[in-house]
């Protein structure tokens, strides 16, 4: 523990230790994540508490401001989000409660996955009633259209050496109108935009914890349920994806949100919207690796690659794009 932000992070610690009656010698690294933030656990002797977050997130990279704007909203939600006790804006410093170390990925198995699902469609449902305008930033066709590019720019050229054709360029073009026009077509809500097994937590009360959510917009109401059952970290039987759906679907419309009459109409936005993001992983993960030098997501493509495979086959207007992509499984192979 040499580094500046390191030294600059133990002074202010030790302004805090009276209060929150922190043991100094116990920080340890809890986390990181595929941004400039980490994450660092320490104990205390504080009975509510035991042991505290800190989140170290470098100004210049990673402001506070949304992560403070969004944890706020979603609290007001009743959503189980970290508690902000202390901060430091200027050094990009927030000390939290602790939602635990045993996320959904970790813990999820056949047995308890319909009680896990339940209890994060509940939470999903919870935020998206919150939902105002004008109040996070719009999901709008210019970053849904960036968000795309990453796919060909990072994925195709960069990490697959693939030079698309003027005529293949051309079908993507049509795909990703296609895909945009869906989504910019459904109904807009809170989304978080990470809601998934690495980012929910198992708690005890009010479960699950949600973490992860700095990036949250106002966007498609089939977003979150996309990350969360078509998981870059973990995939399940069609069959099940499909019942949990249609569970959010049905306690989505009985609480009010602004879901289609028609479950296929909501089951064919939750595929199209699912290949929106699975494009964007597929460049993000090209990406951390050949730009930031991180490889942990190397081992995460072909999950997605599958799923983007899968969806794009089902519809007979993104069979060229279902081509393509399955090119990339061959050119790897």
Same mark, same amino acid.
């Given at each position: 523990m040499t580094d500046s932000r390191l030294n600059t992070l133990h002074n202010?610690?030790? $302004?805090? /230790?009276?209060?929150?009656?922190?043991?100094?010698?116990?920080?340890?690294?809890a986390s990181a994540d595929a941004s400039f933030r980490r994450y660092f656990r320490i104990e205390s002797k504080n009975p509510d508490f035991r042991t505290l977050i800190i989140m170290d997130a470098p100004p210049q990279h990673e402001p506070l401001d949304s992560f403070i704007h969004v944890d706020l909203l979603l609290?007001?939600?009743?959503?189980?989000?970290?508690?902000?006790?202390?901060?430091?804006?200027?050094?990009?410093?927030? &000390?939290?409660? *602790?939602?635990?170390?045993?996320?959904?990925?970790? #813990?999820?198995?056949?047995?308890? @996955?319909?009680?896990?699902? #339940?209890?994060?469609?509940?939470?999903? +449902?919870?935020?998206?009633?919150?939902?105002?305008?004008? +109040?996070?930033?719009?999901?709008?066709?210019? &970053?849904?259209?960036?968000?795309? *590019?990453l796919f060909p720019d990072w994925y195709l050229k960069k990490h697959l050496n693939i030079e698309l054709s003027d005529f293949q360029q051309a079908q993507i073009k049509k795909s990703f109108e296609l895909i945009i026009d869906n989504n910019l077509s459904q109904a807009k809500v809170y989304v978080h935009r990470d809601y998934h097994s690495r980012n929910l937590m198992v708690t005890k009360t009010n479960n699950p914890?949600?973490?992860?959510? /700095? *990036? @949250? +917009?106002? $966007?498609?109401?089939?977003?979150?349920?996309?990350? &969360?059952?078509r998981d870059a970290y973990i995939a399940w039987p069609e069959e099940r994806v499909i019942d949990w759906v249609i569970k959010f679907w049905e306690e989505g419309r009985k609480? $009010?949100?602004?879901?289609?009459?028609d479950f296929g109409q909501f089951y064919r936005d939750f595929e199209w919207m699912g290949l929106q993001r699975h494009l964007k992983v597929l460049g993000i993960f090209a990406r951390l690796f050949h730009r930031d030098g991180k490889d942990g997501y190397l081992k995460d493509i072909p999950l997605v690659l599958e799923y983007a495979i899968a969806t794009a086959s089902r519809y007979i207007e993104l069979k060229p794009l279902a081509r393509i992509l399955e090119s990339t499984r061959i050119n790897k192979e």
């Open positions: 202010w610690l030790k $302004g805090l /230790q009276p209060s929150w009656q922190l043991d100094l010698d116990t920080l340890a690294p609290s007001e939600a009743t959503l189980n989000v970290p508690k902000i006790l202390e901060k430091d804006i200027a050094n990009g410093f927030l &000390l939290l409660n *602790d939602l635990g170390n045993e996320t959904y990925l970790e #813990k999820l198995n056949n047995e308890n @996955a319909d009680d896990l699902y #339940k209890d994060a469609t509940h939470a999903l +449902v919870k935020m998206q009633l919150a939902t105002k305008p004008n +109040v996070l930033p719009t999901y709008d066709e210019a &970053l849904l259209k960036r968000e795309l *590019d914890g949600v973490i992860d959510f /700095q *990036d @949250a +917009v106002y $966007g498609p109401i089939t977003y979150d349920a996309s990350s &969360l059952w609480a $009010g949100l602004p879901m289609p009459n």
